[in-house]
């Protein structure tokens, strides 16, 4: 009982920071800046163009309460009670920081290229502690659920995109959606590095006429499992062993190296490989995206 209080207090404190870490980036680069978002900050983006007085982060609040009821009914009361706290804590820090300091605008580049990697960060942080903070990360936590091989930044960045350009018109710029995409984009592929890592495996086919020497090199020197496949030419109808090796992506020289030693002739295929679970790479985890 101790380590689950434990362990949800300390999912908070970091979805706490996250959540504020996100504000700062909304109001430090994307505001001052007229920069597209997506989503539905980028919706109270194009009420604020037109109704100044409303603020964005108590709009966001208002148009995000039939998107919760909806998620209440499909994805259950824990990770609906973690996302409402998530986009609370950022709606309200979004206003509370634009109360208490107003940025200055800077070169449209930078604040693309950092708003895109403190909010990809930040949104990364949230979903690996099972919130979201609602709007489209919402809705795109809903499509993962029928859409499960789906990464979560290339969903947000599928749903955000039609935003964005309603943003920019607007705003009457259009540079306001091409930095918005580049900050889109960025975005994306920060939270996918944070939700899955930088270490991008690797999956080696072998085909060689001595496949036991090399599964046990690969095993006693690269400490990697290594699983036979049942193969036959096509050409010459031969039967043959086909090793199927899972490895991470700095190993790739070394194994390369002792498969050509133990046959220069060995037909060797590397794919990438995403996601990996099992002994030696990650473990799967509830509420996994």
Not at 49 to 54: H, I, Q, R, S, T
Not at 55 to 82: D, Q
Not at 228 to 242: H, M, T
Request: aromatic share 10%; charged share 15%; with cysteine.
């Amino acid at each position: 009982m101790k380590k689950t209080l434990r362990k949800t207090l300390l999912a908070y404190v970091w979805i706490t920071l996250a959540s504020a870490i996100y504000a700062v980036g909304f109001n430090w680069c994307y505001e001052p800046n007229q920069i597209g978002f997506g989503g539905i900050t980028g919706v109270a983006q194009i009420i604020n163009a037109f109704l100044p007085w409303a603020p964005i982060g108590t709009v966001v609040i208002i148009l995000n309460a039939p998107l919760f009821l909806l998620g209440w009914r499909l994805l259950g009361g824990h990770l609906l009670l973690s996302s409402l706290y998530a986009m609370f804590v950022s709606s309200l820090a979004i206003d509370v920081l634009h109360a208490l300091y107003t940025f200055q605008p800077m070169d449209p580049m930078l604040a693309t290229i950092y708003g895109g990697v403190l909010m990809g960060g930040s949104l990364g942080i949230v979903f690996l502690q099972g919130a979201t903070t609602g709007g489209t990360d919402l809705i795109a936590r809903l499509l993962k659920l029928k859409l499960a091989w789906l990464p979560m930044g290339k969903l947000l960045m599928a749903i955000d995109l039609v935003v964005i350009v309603a943003v920019a018109l607007a705003f009457g710029n259009v540079y306001s959606a091409l930095y918005g995409l580049v900050a889109l984009f960025l975005s994306s592929k920060v939270m996918d590095v944070v939700l899955y890592g930088l270490d991008t495996a690797k999956v080696a086919y072998i085909i060689s006429q001595d496949p036991q020497a090399i599964a046990q090199k690969l095993i006693r020197d690269l400490d990697r499992g290594v699983t036979i496949l049942q193969g036959r030419g096509a050409w010459s109808g031969e039967d043959k062993e086909v090793l199927m090796c899972a490895f991470k992506q700095r190993q790739i020289v070394a194994m390369k190296r002792m498969v050509k030693e133990v046959d220069p002739a060995a037909f060797l295929i590397v794919c990438d490989a995403h996601d990996v679970m099992g002994e030696g790479f990650r473990e799967y985890q509830q509420n996994d995206l």
